[in-house]
């Protein structure tokens, strides 16, 4: 009794210091724009890109190392009081030290020449790490850290990567990638948590919670505030390519895109950023029925909806729905967003919005509402008493603790696909061979936003890191491990473009070795850049596979991938397969030490792994993609091909599933559903398996899908250990959002799953 008393104490002496903070922005934030001008509302609600206010020959690109500009900077942050600051030098890493200086000055001069001393607000995209920032602690991508289907992991990211955010000065992280995964063509599927819906839900609430903390007080000097992105069905495109038009229904959007939004907005996300797109052909940046009567009204979200980059201009340039680009903002503005990536001509889009407010096409209080939530953003924060936070006081900075956090994320995350024979784990020192543009890169094990945009610099700040090759040699020995590229990315070329160096000289060294190491998968990318028009591997990389396959020896393939590249062609000549995605700086060493057999695989597979180009669809397809016919005069077979299943990946151990127990057989809509299952390490060996739970409905309004994921969860086997699992499963969230949009669950059968295991059900 008096240790609920003490904690009910503490947590009525929280409410009532939360209600007193909120008390005290409210009327912080309320007298400061009662004192504001016109202009320097609009300022506020202005975000320019560095280089603008930097030096250098223009305001696209500057001078490096970084530094601010007097003059370029009096313009922007005095005569046109812009409010937010993003990116960094020619999208390229810079020293927490020179982080400090020149946020330090952006702030001085913000702060001691405006009548009212309103801070900067400075974002960055630190999407895996803290991604512009020399001697960041670099963790796998999102597509990676879903393989390890351990939501800690994604809480880790999230929590190292506000510290060292924080530690570079810099308070808010354009993070996390909340977007639903679910084609394989798409240039941005490696950011996301992957196709299923429930996995990009629970992995999105722990980033949250790394990033602003447990409650949501982001003046935490190790908090940064969290921004959603990107609002919303981003992914879904018809042509699979980055910023192009999706064509979604309302009942769609609402039960698969919508809900990883809903519950990070229930968790306490900051700030949103749109989707870049056109849903139904509407661009979402003028879509006010998205941004105001779903984002605002019906999911509750009281924070700053930001622009992507350069999303106003395009209404008018790219989508051709405003005359004008004054029109344009017109558009955006009126339909809810507060804040502007501009991110170059801020002086046309100041000067546009202060006279559509003169001329008053868009409203004071719009301009007040954005205006309220940026300045109470930046009072969370603490930017007003402290708007610089100082690297010197972030010792655990890249620290060895960080890293192997980072290492964890990577092994638990790496997926055995393919094991013929048990060849993996390798054992003694065996000669090997590592082959393949992907072996000795550390470009390609961390991807896009890693040290620069496109990734295309980190090998020279990631030298310090194992690559596969260096790894490998380390564990085997470095007489014992040779490498050979065969085929390598073409220098200065596109991410795709690649070079045959010595095809032959691979062939010969792969005679004299016992395994051949086949490293393949993509150069770095991401957004339009990463854009393509084949899925298959790079002709030149199933020609290097093809040709080592002649010797006979066995091959292990390693897919250094971020999204799934075709391998179909190759696989029968594959002894393993590893999808090692892009791990980050210790994917080399997490790999290395599943090789060896020091740790036990468990990844499993964040999306379907398709065998051909037209059987790209997730795992929750409808039962139409399967018909047989062989009746009439056509006869026809459809199926569903591929090559390995969403939630698919072996282990060193063998997992067995018996006696699937469910409380009952008939349920009522407000009842809970206890499933159980016993889970038995049959192997010698102790690993970690993910059980996953399934339900099908039988029969609905709306074509159900074949199944979904209802729940999961990972955990640790000792070798002959067996566990029993529960679940609590709610009834309702066995809804569906049906033709009215309104979500439902339908009278009938269903059928709980785990494993190859399976049991009927009956909601009354």
């Keep these: 009794m008096k240790k609920y008393i003490h904690s009910l104490f503490i947590l009525l002496l929280v409410i009532s210091s939360n209600e007193s903070l909120g008390n005290e922005k409210e009327k912080f934030v309320n007298d400061l724009i009662s004192q504001m001008t016109l202009e320097e509302k609009v300022g506020q609600m202005t975000q320019i890109n560095l280089t603008v206010i930097a030096k250098g020959p223009n305001r696209f690109s500057s001078s490096f190392p970084m530094e601010i500009d007097d003059s370029r900077a009096n313009k922007a942050l005095v005569d046109f009081k812009v409010g937010s600051v993003l990116n960094t030098i020619n999208n390229t890493a810079q ?120 409650d949501n007080n982001v003046s935490n000097k190790h908090k940064v505030a969290a921004c959603m992105k990107h609002f919303v069905g981003y992914h879904a495109t018809i042509s699979g390519k980055d910023r192009t038009p999706a064509y979604i229904p309302d009942n769609v959007l609402s039960e698969y895109h919508i809900e990883s939004f809903k519950k990070a907005i229930e968790a306490g996300a900051k700030t949103v950023m749109i989707n870049s797109g056109l849903i139904n052909g509407i661009p979402v940046h003028a879509d006010y029925n998205l941004l105001i009567n779903i984002l605002r009204n019906k999911l509750g979200f009281q924070g700053v909806i930001l622009t992507d980059w350069e999303d106003i201009r395009k209404l008018h340039n790219r989508d051709k729905v405003a005359k004008t680009q004054k029109e344009a903002v017109k558009i955006a503005i009126n339909a809810g967003i507060d804040m502007s990536m501009v991110p170059y001509e801020y002086e046309q889009f100041f000067n546009d919005l202060v006279e559509l407010v003169e001329d008053g096409e868009v409203s004071m209080d719009r301009i007040d509402d954005a205006v309220k939530r940026i300045l109470e953003l930046k009072f969370e924060l603490d930017l007003f008493q402290n708007p610089v936070t100082n690297y010197e006081d972030y010792l655990d900075f890249g620290s060895k603790k960080h890293h192997q956090l980072a290492y964890k994320a990577a092994s638990e995350s790496i997926t055995l696909l393919k094991n013929n024979n048990n060849i993996l784990p390798i054992k003694g020192k065996p000669r090997i061979l590592v082959a393949g543009p992907n072996g000795n890169n550390m470009r390609t094990l961390n991807g896009a936003w890693s040290y620069s945009w496109q990734g295309e610099l980190t090998d020279k700040f990631a030298g310090d890191f194992n690559t596969i090759f260096e790894a490998l040699a380390n564990k085997y020995g470095k007489d014992n491990v040779k490498y050979v590229s065969g085929v390598s990315y073409k220098e200065n070329g596109s991410y795709y473009d690649m070079v045959e160096d010595d095809i032959n000289k691979a062939v010969s060294e ?171 390490n049959s192997g010698k060996i102790d690993g970690s398996e993910t059980v996953q739970l399934y339900s099908s409905d039988l029969y609905a309004s709306l074509t159900p899908d074949v199944k979904r994921l209802r729940d999961f969860d990972k955990i640790e086997l000792k070798a002959g250990e067996m566990k029993t699992i529960t679940f609590e499963l709610p009834v309702s969230e066995l809804a569906f959002a049906n033709s009215d949009n309104q979500f439902v669950v339908e009278s009938g059968k269903f059928k709980l799953s785990i494993d190859n295991l399976s049991k009927e059900i009956t909601v009354r």
């Design 95 to 214: 020293k927490p030290s020179v982080w400090f200086k020149n946020i330090s000055k952006i702030q001085k001069i913000a702060m001691n020449n405006n009548r009212l001393g309103i801070p900067v607000i400075y974002g960055i995209d630190a999407i895996h790490g803290t991604t512009y920032t020399d001697g960041a602690t670099m963790f796998p991508q999102q597509i990676t850290t879903a393989a390890s289907w351990n939501p800690e992991n994604a809480y880790n990211m999230a929590q190292v990567c506000a510290y060292e955010t924080r530690a570079s000065s810099i308070p808010w992280n354009f993070s996390p990638v909340l977007d639903l995964g679910l084609d394989p063509r798409f240039p941005r599927q490696f950011e996301t948590f992957g196709e299923d819906p429930l996995l990009v839900e629970r992995f999105g609430v722990e980033m949250i919670k790394g990033y602003q903390g447990f």
């Design 510 to 680: 792969a005679s004299k070795s016992d395994y051949i190491v086949l490293c393949l998968g993509e150069n770095t990318y991401t957004e339009k850049p990463g854009d393509l028009n084949d899925l298959n591997l790079h002709q030149l990389q199933i020609k290097l596979a093809k040709k080592l396959a002649e010797t006979g020896k066995p091959i292990i393939l390693i897919l250094n991938i971020g999204r799934p590249r075709l391998i179909t062609d190759i696989e029968p000549f594959m002894s393993a397969i590893v999808n090692i995605y892009l791990p980050g700086n210790f994917g080399g060493d997490a790999l290395s030490d599943i090789f060896s057999g020091k740790v036990n695989p468990s990844g499993k597979l964040p999306y379907t792994y398709p065998a051909y180009p037209n059987s790209l669809i997730p795992y929750y397809f409808k039962p139409s993609e399967v018909q047989n016919n062989s009746q009439g005069a056509y006869n026809y077979v459809g199926e569903v091909n591929n090559l390995y299943d969403f939630g698919f990946g072996l282990s060193y151990s063998e997992f067995t599933y018996s006696n699937l127990e469910i409380n009952n057989d008939q349920f009522n809509l407000d009842d809970s559903i206890k499933i159980s299952v016993n889970v038995k």
